[in-house]
């Protein structure tokens, strides 16, 4: 069977480094499953390991694409656990955005195949770390107030859904005026512009109850203005980057207000929990997206064919991700 991967083999500018090709794949092994990817979105965390930037990153020559779902064709000898016809994670480190692989059965993670390809394939990076924000990184309790930059990302309105379930109220900050109600319709309190003018407002919504836990993927002034609608011991979490700018911090908030700034990313608290944590948070992410609670935004889907368009169209102002579907 001939598998088609989008595959890198240098760091660089996806647009310059990437390119499809294919290669033979036999039949699955002892212990060994014979996968269909069905769906792999785009993530900021993909352009990161292609361009060599990412926290960890594969040897090279390497497949791109860092989640996915697919779907069991065949297993090998020995193979129990899993059957054909199954839905499970992409292995992590042998990369999803490609047709046909096969696997190590030890390796893979059933996902519930009643959640819809395009969906699953989101449920690995985005909502655990939004999850993992909202539990992790400080004490949150019902009602208590939460703000974030880049609302309208996938970490963002994941935030959104996640916080509403739990109880905990969201100030949501954006760039641009269109996707303040859409946010607001996914159960947002409030939804402000980025901008100067916002930090007045903020301390007016939230009056005398203050905001404990900021959340920054976009850094520069950005985070310099949720540093000052901070309470009084307050924390900012940096998990993203967007804008390539460093994280400044404010000293007069720092010693009057004792606020904290700290970092997370959900890949190293996934590598240090046991087994059974992950595996019971992945779960619980599951629930979210069989009830309703959690959806993922799709804005297109693309063939691997066509991962120049995908990319390009990954790179313009959105709502929602782009995918590709297998």
């Known amino acids: 069977m001939k598998s088609t991967s989008i595959v890198f083999h240098e760091h660089g500018k996806p647009d310059e480094v990437l390119r499809l090709e294919e290669h033979e794949i036999g039949d699955p092994g002892p212990d060994e499953v014979l996968l269909e990817v069905l769906a792999s979105p785009i993530n900021p965390s993909?352009?990161?390991?292609?361009?060599?930037?990412?926290?960890?990153?594969p040897p090279l020559?390497?497949?791109?694409g860092l989640e996915g779902v697919a779907k069991v064709l065949e297993t090998g000898a020995g193979v129990t656990a899993i059957q054909p016809g199954d839905h499970v994670r992409t292995p992590q480190g042998t990369g999803a955005w490609q047709t046909h692989l096969a696997a190590s059965s030890g390796s893979l993670f059933k996902?519930?195949?009643?959640?819809?390809p395009e969906q699953a394939a989101t449920a690995f990076v985005n909502p655990p770390t939004a999850w993992l924000?909202?539990?992790?990184?400080?004490?949150?309790?019902?009602?208590?107030?939460?703000?974030?930059?880049?609302?309208n990302s996938a970490v963002g309105v994941a935030v959104i859904q996640i916080a509403r379930h739990l109880g905990l109220r969201t100030l949501n900050l954006v760039r641009r005026e269109e996707l303040i109600q859409p946010l607001m319709d996914l159960g947002a309190n409030h939804v402000l512009l980025d901008n100067d003018d916002y930090p007045p407002l903020a301390r007016d919504i939230t009056g005398n109850e203050g905001i404990g836990l900021a959340l920054n993927s976009i850094g520069g002034p950005s985070a310099i203005r949720l540093c000052r609608v901070l309470a009084n011991g307050g924390t900012l979490v940096t998990f993203?980057?967007?804008t390539g700018e460093p994280v400044r911090f404010p000293t007069r908030n720092l010693i009057f207000n004792d606020i904290?700034?700290?970092g997370f990313w959900?890949?190293?608290w996934m590598q240090k929990v046991p087994v059974e944590t992950l595996q019971g948070m992945f779960m619980t992410i599951f629930g979210l997206f069989q009830s309703g609670i959690l959806e993922t935004r799709i804005e297109a889907t693309y063939p691997l064919e066509q991962f120049a368009e995908a990319l390009a169209h990954n790179a313009?102002?959105?709502f929602g991700k782009v995918l590709f579907k297998i």
């Open 266 to 268: 959900a890949t190293r």
């Open 316 to 318: 313009e102002p959105r």
């Open 46 to 57: 993909d352009l990161g390991t292609i361009g060599g930037s990412y926290g960890t990153l």
């Open 61 to 64: 020559p390497a497949v791109a």
């Open 111 to 116: 996902v519930p195949a009643d959640i819809p």
């Open 240 to 242: 993203g980057g967007m």
């Open 133 to 151: 924000l909202l539990q992790e990184v400080k004490q949150m309790k019902p009602g208590d107030w939460i703000i974030q930059n880049a609302a």
């Open 260 to 262: 904290c700034l700290t």
